[in-house]
């Protein structure tokens, strides 16, 4: 019996309605290779923010899909996101900086009406100070955000990578469209 090269529909309308999605101009998508381990079907983006043509933030998001689904998903995709970006140190040393960077996500969703569940994931923020052969830089600091969430509507799934777009630039420290740094 031949196998068929066919995408399962629920599949191909999500990878459809991320396809469609053109995000602002600091931000360039590109698909790449998805994790073939996760899941039946998968498919992945990657990203790269750029500010004033330096790069500041990245970040890959993944969506898999099982026809037959997984308890611990509650249902049959999942988004699976990771976003990195430089922050001053600063920053990085807020003890707030991780409960900040969670509602970003869960801001962006909502305010996107991207229905979820079973959202969860981490946030990482370092400070990096160099000695010995490496001393004379300036500390260096990041903060990591890696999360994953149940998209609710299969047709829907721009609403979410709009609303990871906005994740990049909060993370990235953009303005909001439309809103010129003071400087």
């Known amino acids: 019996m031949a196998q068929t090269t066919a995408l399962p529909d629920p599949f191909r309308r999500a ?60 249902g049959q995709l999942r988004l699976v996101s990771y976003v990195s970006a430089d922050v001053e140190p600063e920053i990085a040393a807020d003890v707030l900086l991780p409960e900040v960077s969670w509602s970003w996500l869960i801001d962006a969703l909502t305010a996107a009406g991207a229905g979820h569940v079973a959202a969860g994931g981490t946030v990482t923020q370092t400070l990096s100070t160099r000695f010995g052969d490496l001393a004379g830089e300036p500390p260096a600091a990041d903060v990591e955000l890696r999360a994953s969430w149940t998209p609710l509507d299969p047709d829907g799934l721009a609403s979410h990578l709009e609303a990871w777009c906005v994740l990049l630039a909060s993370t990235a420290g953009l303005p909001p469209p439309g809103v010129a740094s003071l400087r």
């Not at 039946?40 to 330096?54: G, I, Q």
């Open 15 to 74: 990878v459809e309605g991320l396809r469609a999605v053109h995000p602002r101009a600091e931000i360039l998508l590109e698909e790449i290779v998805a994790p073939k381990k996760l899941a039946p079907y998968a498919f992945a983006l990657s990203a790269t923010v750029l500010r004033k043509d330096e790069e500041v933030a990245t970040g890959r998001l993944v969506l898999l899909y099982d026809p037959a689904g997984h308890p611990a998903w509650e």
